[in-house]
């Protein structure tokens, strides 16, 4: 069973820059697609950025060129550098792993993440 914890989330001003960690135990890193959804108020969990295991990334349009999405398989994290925050990216962001080999797929208890003034 993978664990997932997220931490990172707050409130940032428009313009700013907030970056999240989502640390994994209890299974082999390596096997797993990282990714980070994000759940706004009164819409659907989104993707948000994705990585694999070799690095290989994929965004959202929105998030194209503002958020970078990483990680370090010796620590079993991944992160979430977020720039050029826009209200519009306030949302409940939540750290996602799903295998590569059998496709299960494993959810962290979210952060939330407020741009406001």
């Known amino acids: 069973q993978v664990q997932l914890v997220e931490s990172g989330g707050g409130l940032v001003q428009p313009g700013g820059s907030l970056r999240l960690s989502c640390t994994a135990s209890?299974?082999?890193?390596?096997?797993?697609?990282m990714g980070w959804y994000r759940q706004a108020p009164g819409k659907q969990r989104e993707l948000v950025a994705d990585i694999s295991s070799g690095g290989n990334t994929n965004y959202a349009d929105s998030v194209q060129g503002r958020f970078s999405i990483s990680r370090d398989n010796a620590k079993n994290t991944v992160y979430l550098q977020m720039n050029v925050l826009k209200p519009e990216d306030t949302a409940v962001y939540y750290c996602n792993a799903r295998s590569v080999i059998g496709g299960q797929m494993y959810w962290g208890q979210g952060t939330q993440v407020t741009v406001s003034l």
């Open positions: 209890g299974g082999i890193f390596n096997i797993y697609r």
